[in-house]
């Protein structure tokens, strides 16, 4: 176990604003009046919290995780009752989840004043925080974010933080799993069990580690969990499942470029283009970066340059034949041997093979620099369209 302060070196240079815990600056602490003096000096009382952010994931709200803390929950039932009420889908909105996330990269809270306080646990007992260290747009270097801390800690929104409290406990073992013991004389050591940052309405948001990860709760008074039903709960989740999966029709898409529903077009990259097979609720979103095939596909289809703020309507013949036009491009290894082989459909041009090659060139040319990603992309669509699309339906596209 740490003994002393480790000052990291570190500068705060995130490449590509992707956090590594290497290059953050601020110290690992273990010794309670190092981290006392540390946390005095950001002066946190009497700061009004403005918004929260989990640079990484939380462990805590996986879709596995979920089932299980309702299954849990659920003991009043008989075991083949509980398993059903206790899937995804079949979860009471109305039952309570504890407020808390199960983290491994840095927890942000931003205040009024626009100052941003930084804090994680690497492991029992280590500690590490400091402020405007880490950029507020930072994306995540492990696992992608799956929860909007701002849902989940909702009612500390607003709130004054008033006083910080720095829990102690007195030990003679290392705390982690299967340690020694700290030193051979059994000597009591004091260490920190967790910070808490109470709230002016008597809540306190408590950080404390949890073997090599952190764990952030909502406190009262009482330090009791304050909860969240699920059905509040479940606007802040975005795992793959909430984004990727189409409820409307069960389907599962395998690329990470296509996104379902409402919750799914609030989080793909902007500006993004929406499919939606006319009289049905699904529909699906691809980020404007990630439409590269299907333009080229409509593009050839339309034997005309693609608009990319109209919107389009295809009946199912035409669909069916742009999806085919995207998987033939695709076939090919490289775009010259694309290019090459509309020489030999030369039949099928409108406006004359020179315009449609220019068009095409231009618009295919770094298609075969993520060929895998479109790949996964266009198998995806096709099949979702067998499922949603019949012969006398018509597919829309809008772009946003």
């Given at each position: 176990?740490?003994?002393?302060?480790?000052?990291?070196?570190?500068?705060?240079?995130?490449?590509?604003?992707?956090?590594?815990?290497?290059?953050?600056?601020?110290?690992?602490?273990?010794?309670?009046?190092?981290?006392?003096?540390?946390?005095?000096?950001?002066?946190?009382?009497?700061?009004?919290?403005?918004?929260?952010?989990?640079?990484?994931?939380?462990?805590?709200?996986?879709?596995?995780?979920?089932?299980?803390?309702?299954?849990?929950?659920?003991?009043?039932?008989?075991?083949?009752?509980?398993?059903?009420?206790?899937?995804?889908?079949?979860?009471?909105?109305?039952?309570?989840?504890?407020?808390?996330?199960?983290?491994?990269?840095?927890?942000?809270?931003?205040?009024?004043?626009?100052?941003?306080?930084?804090?994680?646990?690497?492991?029992?007992?280590?500690?590490?925080?400091?402020?405007?260290?880490?950029?507020?747009?930072?994306?995540?270097?492990?696992?992608?974010?799956?929860?909007?801390?701002?849902?989940?800690?909702?009612?500390?929104?607003?709130?004054?933080?008033?006083?910080?409290?720095?829990?102690?406990y007195f030990t003679d073992k290392d705390p982690m799993p299967f340690g020694d013991y700290i030193d051979e004389s059994h000597s009591q050591y004091e260490l920190v069990e967790a910070i808490v940052l109470w709230l002016d309405d008597g809540n306190g948001i408590r950080i404390e580690g949890i073997i090599d990860s952190?764990?952030?709760?909502?406190?009262?008074?009482?330090?009791?969990?304050?909860?969240?039903?699920?059905?509040?709960?479940?606007?802040?989740?975005?795992?793959?499942?909430?984004?990727?999966?189409?409820?409307?029709?069960?389907?599962?898409?395998?690329?990470?470029?296509?996104?379902?529903?409402?919750?799914?077009?609030?989080?793909?990259?902007?500006?993004?283009?929406?499919?939606?097979?006319?009289?049905?609720?699904?529909?699906?979103?691809?980020?404007?970066?990630?439409?590269?095939?299907?333009?080229?596909?409509?593009?050839?289809?339309?034997?005309?340059?693609?608009?990319?703020?109209?919107?389009?309507?295809?009946?199912?013949?035409?669909?069916?034949?742009?999806?085919?036009?995207?998987?033939?491009?695709?076939?090919?290894?490289?775009?010259?041997?694309?290019?090459?082989?509309?020489?030999?459909?030369?039949?099928?041009?409108?406006?004359?093979?020179?315009?449609?090659?220019?068009?095409?060139?231009?618009?295919?040319?770094?298609?075969?620099?993520?060929?895998?990603?479109?790949?996964?992309?266009?198998?995806?669509?096709?099949?979702?369209?067998?499922?949603?699309?019949?012969?006398?339906?018509?597919?829309?596209?809008?772009?946003?």
């Open positions: 176990m740490l003994k002393g302060t480790v000052y990291n070196s570190g500068n705060d240079n995130y490449k590509d604003f992707t956090f590594a815990a290497e290059e953050w600056s601020a110290p690992t602490m273990v010794e309670p009046d190092i981290i006392r003096a540390q946390m005095a000096k950001l002066k946190l009382e009497g700061r009004k919290i403005e918004k929260m952010k989990l640079v990484g994931h939380s462990y805590s709200h996986d879709r596995y995780w979920i089932e299980e803390y309702a299954y849990n929950a659920l003991d009043q039932y008989d075991e083949d009752e509980r398993h059903l009420r206790s899937e995804y889908n079949n979860i009471s909105r109305e039952l309570l989840f504890d407020r808390c996330v199960d983290i491994d990269e840095p927890f942000l809270i931003k205040f009024e004043d626009g100052d941003v306080f930084e804090i994680e646990t690497t492991q029992v007992p280590l500690f590490r925080f400091s402020m405007n260290r880490i950029p507020w747009v930072i994306r995540a270097g492990t696992n992608l974010p799956n929860l909007d801390a701002n849902i989940v800690f909702a009612p500390c929104i607003g709130r004054t933080i008033e006083t910080v409290e720095i829990k102690t952190c764990w952030i709760s909502l406190i009262n008074k009482e330090r009791k969990p304050v909860t969240i039903a699920f059905r509040e709960l479940k606007l802040g989740l975005y795992n793959w499942e909430d984004l990727h999966v189409d409820e409307e029709t069960g389907f599962v898409a395998d690329s990470a470029t296509i996104f379902f529903g409402p919750k799914g077009a609030e989080e793909v990259d902007h500006p993004y283009f929406s499919l939606s097979p006319k009289g049905k609720r699904t529909y699906l979103s691809i980020g404007y970066a990630d439409f590269d095939l299907l333009a080229s596909a409509i593009i050839w289809q339309l034997n005309k340059s693609f608009d990319e703020y109209g919107s389009y309507e295809f009946v199912a013949d035409q669909w069916e034949a742009i999806i085919e036009k995207a998987e033939y491009i695709l076939s090919f290894e490289t775009c010259d041997k694309f290019l090459g082989s509309l020489v030999n459909l030369a039949d099928e041009i409108y406006n004359g093979k020179d315009e449609l090659f220019a068009v095409l060139k231009c618009q295919t040319t770094k298609l075969w620099e993520h060929r895998e990603k479109y790949i996964s992309q266009i198998k995806d669509i096709k099949e979702w369209t067998s499922i949603v699309l019949s012969e006398t339906d018509a597919m829309a596209l809008y772009g946003f």
